[in-house]
């Protein structure tokens, strides 16, 4: 009596069966182009715009081909990280801040960029440029950049009598926010990023904490949040959010805010000057006709560094068609390229805070009234420059070391609790240095 | 009064029912309404209940990805996985399940035990691996990594419907000169047919609603609908109306493939619960 078969003729059999599938499962690989070049990029308004322009730089240069890779933010500075890291080569064209750009550049992860003259590399503002040269070369070319200002209602202002500043103080906001706030109609004076992140929260809390005459870190790398700078500045943002802010203030980052002054439900808020050209556009913002702008507050300092954050392609050195990402990155930070988005979809889409020469144009002036503002804020954001004290980092609403996306986020939680009433500002504080000590500790920064 | 308070009963059990749906059906139903809002509808507070649908995000994500080229990347990778998974696990189960030895048990456990392990744990070296082998961004890379994370899930529910099926059927087989393929193939499988189906489905949709492995190891040529839907995640700018509008693309196929299915698997997830 036969009870099966061999176990090695079953093996056998099993073998063949599945030969026939993995033929079918290599067979279902990609083909790969040889000029082909990947584009890690996020999804804003100005990438939407390149990607569907690159048609024209695919026209003029038919040996390259494009491929746009869109991530979510988080997403692809994970994917990015990782790809760099391990030299895997899957981008060609990385977009990335200008905090990634001179710690990368350190690294030996990114290729030196050498455009020729007809690009005019000095055209290029010279705070954002600086931010992208490490030991003089540049590493990386800027498409978009955004500095700090503050958005207001002119209509509440007009009904409550109140006049802003070109340049208010946080003393001057607390009391216009006091005055405008009407909770009964969901009309909230002041509008702040709550949600925790070093790229949410923490943004607008340091460059708070400079002009409030705190900062990071001590010139031996000492934490410094136990300041009494960091208590005061901490304790305003508090204050000032749970008297006239919206409830859920901790789940508000950028987009939130944009919604909710979009929507009529902010007095004030300050923010990202990117967010100019949403507010002023009707198609995206109910009170397009009433929103003023002024400079971003200034602290009891009245100085330090504001904000300056820039969107920029940069080429990784494991790239194998270096010389073709380098034609593309070129066109697509270009004047010509300005000119070409200023042709097809209006000056006022034209990416903001990078050409002097942009800034230069009237067209644009007449199409962004808030263009010079812009200009000046960015001019002004001094990112390298002198905190209260001496520091031994650079940036302004983020710390250039490689620790701070760990270290801002894990205080952006701290701050959000605070925030919440979950614990006090003193609380938060004393937690916050802990917790940054052990970090800068371990990490070797502070010995 | 008997009867009365049995209709009662009826129509308290009835509501819960309807309650329980409703509130897990919501998040969908919620989702294909803001696909029709427009940007600044879409996020105000409170929220509009009442407004006037427009296609426009539906037209803007046709306009800015290649929607096909994601959904042909998910339902080739699923097909392709499910297909693998179920060839693997149909042996291993049927050993377990006839042939258990001593540490079968354990075995079964400690496949399971993987699944409890929390991928991103393994992302270094699952990602190095994959560019050693060239698999990074290929839809081979993703069809072996899902044939493995599901395997073990597959082998468990497989192993649960082959206990069910009577020992005496196959040893009739047997009996009756079958060889081993013969009787897995002719005698086990008809048999175990709706609980081969519904491990089947149910690996499919795990496959398609996979997303950390998607978004780490593919870029553009392998990736399928969960990288199309994070691509409309936008860090500065409104963006709910249209990531609702992708992700009701994305889901759809698989909605309709779950409903179209639905007979097939609750008769598979219901096989040998009533003798």
Same mark, same amino acid.
């Given at each position: 009596m036969r009870v099966g078969s061999p176990p090695a003729r079953i093996f056998k059999q099993a073998l063949r069966r599945c030969a026939g599938l993995s033929m079918l499962v290599l067979a279902a690989g990609p083909a790969h182009a040889a000029s082909t070049l990947t584009i890690a990029t996020v999804n804003n308004a100005d990438m939407v715009i390149m990607k569907q322009l690159s048609g024209e730089f695919e026209k003029s240069h038919p040996d390259i081909h494009l491929n746009w890779v869109t991530l979510e933010e988080n997403v692809l500075r994970q994917r990015v990280t990782t790809d760099i890291a391990t030299r895997s080569g899957q981008f060609d064209i990385l977009t990335i801040g200008n905090y990634e750009v001179p710690i990368w550049a350190k690294q030996g992860w990114l290729a030196a960029l050498s455009p020729d003259a007809a690009y005019d590399a000095d055209d290029i503002l010279p705070s954002v440029k600086a931010g992208l040269t490490v030991d003089g070369k540049l590493y990386a070319l800027p498409f978009y950049a955004e500095s700090v200002m503050t958005y207001y209602r002119k209509d509440l202002f007009a009904k409550a009598g109140l006049t802003m500043p070109d340049a208010p103080t946080y003393d001057q906001i607390r009391t216009f926010a006091d005055k405008i706030t009407d909770k009964g109609n969901q009309v909230y004076g002041l509008c702040l990023r709550g949600k925790p992140g070093w790229g949410e929260n923490m943004a607008y809390v340091t460059s708070l904490v400079n002009t409030f005459g705190g900062q990071w870190f001590d010139m031996a790398w000492r934490p410094m949040l136990d300041s009494a700078e960091w208590k005061a500045a901490l304790t305003w943002y508090v204050g000032a959010l749970k008297a006239d802010g919206p409830p859920g203030a901790t789940s508000n980052g950028f987009n939130e805010n944009l919604a909710l002054f979009g929507s009529g439900h902010c007095g004030m808020w300050i923010d990202s000057t990117v967010a100019g050209g949403l507010l002023f556009d009707p198609a995206q913002s109910h009170v397009a006709g009433n929103v003023g702008f002024a400079a971003a507050p200034l602290g009891p300092y009245g100085k330090g560094p504001t904000w300056l954050w820039s969107w920029n392609l940069a080429i990784p050195a494991s790239s194998s068609h270096t010389a073709d990402a380098q034609t593309f990155v070129t066109w697509a930070t270009s004047k010509e390229y300005v000119r070409l988005v200023a042709r097809t979809h209006g000056w006022v889409a034209v990416p903001a805070g990078t050409r002097l020469s942009t800034y230069d144009s009237a067209e644009y002036q007449k199409a962004a009234p808030f263009a010079s503002f812009v200009h000046t804020a960015i001019d002004r954001a001094d990112p390298n420059g002198p905190t209260k004290q001496p520091r031994p980092y650079g940036g302004a609403q983020f710390v250039a070391i490689p620790q701070f996306q760990a270290i801002g986020t894990q205080v952006g939680q701290i701050v959000a609790a605070a925030l919440s009433g979950q614990t006090s500002v003193d609380q938060a504080l004393t937690t916050a240095q802990a917790s940054v000590t052990r970090t800068v500790r371990q990490s070797g920064l502070m010995r | 009064m008997t009867r009365k308070r049995a209709r009662l009963q009826r129509i308290a059990i009835g509501g819960a029912a309807w309650a329980v749906a409703l509130w897990v059906f919501f998040p969908i139903l919620w989702m294909v309404l803001t696909g029709f809002k427009t940007e600044p509808d879409a996020i105000s507070t409170p929220p509009h209940l009442i407004f006037h649908p427009t296609l426009s995000s539906y037209r803007e994500v046709f306009a800015r990805e290649t929607y096909w080229h994601f959904a042909l990347n998910s339902v080739t990778i699923s097909v392709l996985a499910s297909i693998a998974a179920i060839l693997l696990s149909i042996p291993a189960a049927y050993a377990m399940a006839f042939l258990p030895g001593r540490r079968t048990r354990g075995t079964l456990l400690w496949m399971l035990s993987t699944r409890m392990l929390p991928p991103v744990g393994v992302l270094v070296p699952i990602y190095l691996l994959a560019r050693s082998t060239g698999l990074l961004d290929t839809r081979t890379g993703l069809v072996v990594i899902y044939t493995l994370t599901n395997l073990p899930i597959m082998v468990w529910m497989l192993y649960t419907f082959f206990r069910e099926v009577p020992v005496p059927i196959l040893e009739a087989g047997r009996m009756d000169g079958a060889t081993r393929w013969q009787e897995i193939t002719q005698v086990l499988l008809p048999l175990a047919l709706p609980g081969i189906a519904s491990t089947g489905l149910l690996s499919m949709i795990l496959c398609w609603n996979e997303a950390f492995w998607s978004l780490n190891l593919t870029s553009s040529a392998a990736a399928p609908l969960p990288t199309f839907i994070a691509s409309? &995640? &936008?860090?500065?700018g409104l963006f709910f109306a249209k990531l609702s509008a992708a992700s009701t693309l994305a889901v759809a196929p698989i909605l309709v493939f779950g409903w179209l299915s639905q007979k097939q698997l609750v008769r598979g997830l219901t096989f040998g619960a009533v003798k």
């Open positions: - | 409309f &995640s &936008s860090p500065e």
